[in-house]
């Protein structure tokens, strides 16, 4: 059986970010007129189906970014595939403090939901979903983002050895 489609997958996951109100909300975009554009709008100028560092020069925004890796793992004497899909949610600085009512950066509130999203769901037929890394990292003095990394697998097709 053939693996998923990787660009369906992601596009998936996007999908979910960009229809959860509170993640569109935090990302605070200067590209969304809350008001009157569809969160979709979002996609490609705020939410990225691959890993991109934004043009610092133009704009200081909120970006959410994920790739998808694919292993493969032995277990019950089959070979399955295992995905572990990162995402970064990546401020500049002069955006990364929030309403006081949030009492957490943007990064942070916007991880914290991230996880509440995705952590323990099943897509595609997969195991839940877990969340095994969460760190924050300083991508230059500008920028800076906290990665997440969940894994699952799918359970549904063993994968052939090759």
């Given amino acids: 059986m053939p693996m998923i ?3 369906k997958y992601k596009m998936e996951l996007l999908s979910d970010i960009y229809n959860t109100p509170m993640i569109v909300e935090a990302l605070d975009s200067q590209q969304l007129d809350v008001l009157n554009d569809e969160p979709d709008t979002l996609m490609y100028q705020n939410l990225f189906p691959f890993m991109r ?3 610092t020069q133009n704009k200081a925004d909120t970006y959410i970014l994920l790739s998808v890796d694919i292993d493969k793992i032995n ?3 089959k070979t399955y595939a295992l995905y572990q ?3 970064w949610v ?3 600085v002069d955006r990364m403090q929030m309403a006081e ?3 957490a950066t943007r990064v942070d509130y916007i991880a914290t939901e991230l996880d509440n ?3 323990g769901q099943r897509k595609f037929g997969f195991s839940e979903f877990e969340l095994i890394s969460n ?3 300083l991508l230059n003095e500008k920028y800076l983002y906290r990665e997440l990394i969940f894994v699952c697998n799918d359970l549904r097709h063993p994968v052939t050895p090759i």
């Fill in 75 to 77: 277990r019950n004497n």
């Fill in 135 to 137: 760190r924050e990292i």
């Fill in 53 to 55: 560092v934004p043009d």
């Fill in 5 to 7: 489609d990787v660009s």
């Fill in 90 to 92: 990546l401020a500049h």
């Fill in 85 to 87: 899909t990162t995402i």
């Fill in 117 to 119: 999203l995705f952590d």
């Fill in 101 to 103: 009512q949030y009492q």
